[in-house]
């Protein structure tokens, strides 16, 4: 295999190229890195006690990229209440494990009252090549306005 074909390959599945040697990459490092996040350090740096619920929501974030995010849609999945799916999502923001964006519009109040898009950090976690670039997209935005 060539060298750009194995640089192409690796960025496809993992986002870093030191992963493409393992077996599976783009899941092994994904879930081992998730699994030790939520389990130690949350779990140290928070009051949450649910980490079966908490695993359980990041875990349905993949299948959400892209789309506005409905706080009612994923409690009902994980069955928890709204307000702790919110705080939940305001703990992976601030661990990097996810980011929003805003809709842009002229019309301020409805930019504020519309459902913002979730996209994940890890995008090793999203199967479709698709919704894997719109998330690349939306990273590139992210750090142009961190920037």
């Given amino acids: 295999m060539r060298q750009g074909t194995v640089v192409r390959h690796a960025r496809e599945i993992a986002g870093y190229i030191g992963l493409h040697y ?3 990459p783009d899941l092994l490092w994904s879930n ?3 699994h030790q996040l939520i389990r130690e350090d949350i779990r140290d740096l928070t009051q949450i006690k649910k980490f079966d619920s ?3 929501l990041y875990s349905l974030l993949p299948l959400k990229v892209g789309n506005p995010l409905s706080l009612s849609s994923l409690n009902t999945d994980v069955q928890v209440s709204v307000d702790s799916v919110k705080t939940w999502l305001e703990v992976f923001e601030i661990h990097y494990l996810i980011f929003q964006i805003s ?3 002229h019309k301020i109040p ?5 459902e913002k898009k979730v996209y994940i ?3 090793a976690q999203i199967n479709d090549r698709g ?3 719109e998330n690349m997209v939306g990273l590139e935005l992210y750090k ?3 920037n």
């Fill in 144 to 146: 142009a306005i961190l």
């Fill in 103 to 105: 809709p842009w519009t």
């Fill in 32 to 34: 081992n890195y998730q």
């Fill in 110 to 114: 409805r930019a504020i009252k519309k």
């Fill in 121 to 123: 950090f890890d995008y």
């Fill in 22 to 24: 393992a077996t599976r």
């Fill in 54 to 56: 908490l695993e359980i």
């Fill in 131 to 133: 919704i894997r670039f």
